[in-house]
DNA sequence: GGGGAGTGTGAGAGCGCTCTCTGGAAGAGT
DNA sequence: ACTCTTCCAGAGAGCGCTCTCACACTCCCC
């Protein structure tokens, strides 16, 4: 394999100086025509591409962001299609803005010194979290430190750190106002974890609405898979046999009660009307199909990108969520 | 933000020379302790980070690689946790390794020119492609280039190109054998999309074995998509409504089909036999759940990381698949 | 006790690029 | 015709690091 040719090389055969090239290059318009001409062929004819890591090393950019996916998310990561979205999302606005996408899951084992000394050492010229744990450390670490971070959902505690959420509590009071026009009495919920703050804002809204109407609150708590889901619901349906509508934190954990509800030999939606969150392709082909809460992870995706490589402000951005209604709530 | 620290403060402080510095850093033993000691308590104490745009110029390594999805892939990714599985040990090696892993979804304008551009230019240490098209002319250009690239999935057109597939005709025939062996008469395929080794091979090892037997083969084909699968089956019912076993070549696509059945009145497994292929966590918890041929994705994934390191020999590398039994094909 | 072998440290070049600064040519103004 | 401005190209420094080479020192053996 020959070695690459430099701007020195095609500076040499183009008949100019470095600078000129690297002005050409760069596309800068201060160049006269023709010398710009000759310089592209020889751009062409040398097959030339610029050295990254020496463009960086002068401009102190580094022209790619990390995302980064802490432990947690990485065991959801391949049922939950919530990621994928996130990282099309985030992966689109990168490619537009032709800069790099640098994944991160952070493994077990001392991933957090390794993402935090990759993220420091100016390899990167931003950091996107796509943490749901509220409690992780890592992006307050980072913003000290004078990385530019931007977090995919609200941190538990608050902070000034930017971020891009979706409405969980609307999403999920709308959803259980439906189930409460849909005439439901007993309307349980399947919470997700209560240290994300996806698990703790959907199960604020779901008791927002019955406090408002003073009903009380049934609930079980999962922590986002499908298994915990069955879980739950088989603990829920032992502790109120009369539940007759329930509200599940995602739609993983919907599926899977979905899966207890038929082995209780309760029908859906006829006995019990079911809700998700999320909006996965699967809850649509479910039998029956999922009402459940859009949310809108490409967006979101672009949204994050769009913070941390300073096409918008930097801010704290709720976007907003939307029930679709399917037969699970027909009723 | 201060300006970060560089090896050269670092000496300062430790009272040795950049190169001394530079030995410990970079973990030689040829120093003495207790200059090591120094050094060590100088990086400490500065927070010092290595450059590595610095260190890459000189090094001519980028300590990355990249993880490429063309087109086509990034449309079935949000639904498919096949890809979820790559990217895991992928990244689970590149961890190891520590090195960075650099994620490509390839979108529909200028991508490719994106990714040989980036690929070429010394960014990367080597390629993955996660292309299940074999008519992908990325990895050529690349190799051609003098990039390490290993590809996911065979070629379809002979090459001599390291990569990394499952045997898909193994499965595929294993899952109609096992057909037979229940008792199966009428055994229809659903392949996937014929430009894809995987369709192609599937498709392969269902005819091998109905060709032993002397029976027809009965094909529909499909893109691996939930709503094709669906589509297939009703195409494969009216086509002949002696159907009493189907063997779809992804799990989407039987997930699919499995509603079309459910539609038509048809009951899994008494009425007719249903085997899907990569045993995505979905199947498991379809009703009834799947029967269905099981791929190692982490494991490919991780194999494809190391031959791109050159941790292991590149070479072209088969997988074994094995078949899982579920209810839906209980005789 | 002198020459070699072995060991640890420093000096300095240079990776490929950007960018400031300077110089020269051309055009405009008096 | 001469100066002033404008514009564009080149020279050169230097980003932070690694690595070769040279050098100083200790140790050992004959």
Redesign the pocket.
């Known amino acids: 394999m020959r070695?690459?040719p430099?701007?020195?090389k095609v500076a040499a055969r183009a008949?100019?100086?470095?600078?000129?090239a690297?002005?050409v290059?760069?596309g800068s318009t201060?160049?006269?025509p023709q010398?710009r001409d000759a310089v592209n062929r020889a751009v062409e004819e040398l097959g030339?591409v610029?050295?990254q890591a020496?463009?960086s090393?002068?401009?102190q950019r580094a022209d790619s962001i990390a995302l980064v996916f802490p432990e947690p998310a990485t065991r959801v990561f391949s049922d939950d299609p919530t990621f994928a979205g996130i990282i099309r999302g985030v992966s689109l606005e990168i490619e537009e803005a032709d800069k790099q996408l640098v994944l991160m899951l952070i493994g077990a084992t001392g991933g957090y010194q390794r993402a935090e000394r990759y993220a420091t050492n100016g390899h990167v010229d931003g950091v996107v979290i796509a943490s749901m744990h509220g409690t992780d450390p890592l992006p307050a670490i980072l913003a000290r430190r004078g990385v530019p971070v931007v977090c995919s959902g609200r941190p538990t505690v608050p902070s000034s750190l930017p971020y891009v959420d979706v409405d969980n509590a609307g999403g999920a009071e709308r959803a259980v106002r439906h189930l409460m026009e849909r005439g439901r009495r007993r309307i349980a919920t399947i919470a997700g974890p209560q240290d994300m703050i996806a698990g703790i804002d959907r199960l604020d809204g779901y008791r927002a609405v019955l406090r408002d109407s003073d009903r009380r609150s049934i609930v079980a708590v999962g922590d986002f898979t499908r298994e915990s889901g069955t879980t739950a619901m088989r603990q829920l349906l032992a502790d109120d046999p009369e539940i007759d509508a329930v509200f599940v934190a995602n739609d993983l954990m919907a599926l899977g009660a979905l899966t207890a509800l038929r082995q209780a030999g309760r029908r859906v939606p006829d006995d019990v009307a079911l809700v998700g969150f999320d909006d996965i392709p699967a809850v649509s082909y479910a039998e029956p199909p999922l009402t459940t809460v859009r949310q809108p992870t490409v967006e979101m995706g672009r949204r994050l990108a769009r913070m941390v490589l300073d096409l918008e402000e930097k801010a704290q951005v709720t976007l907003p969520t939307e029930l679709v209604v399917r037969e699970s709530t027909a009723s």
């Not at 008949?15 to 000129?20: C, D, E, L």
Request: aromatic share 4%; hydrophobic share 35%; charged share 20%.
């Open positions: 070695t690459r430099t701007l020195e008949g100019v100086s470095r600078a000129t690297s002005r290059v760069n201060r160049v006269a010398i030339y610029p050295n020496a463009r090393l002068v401009t």
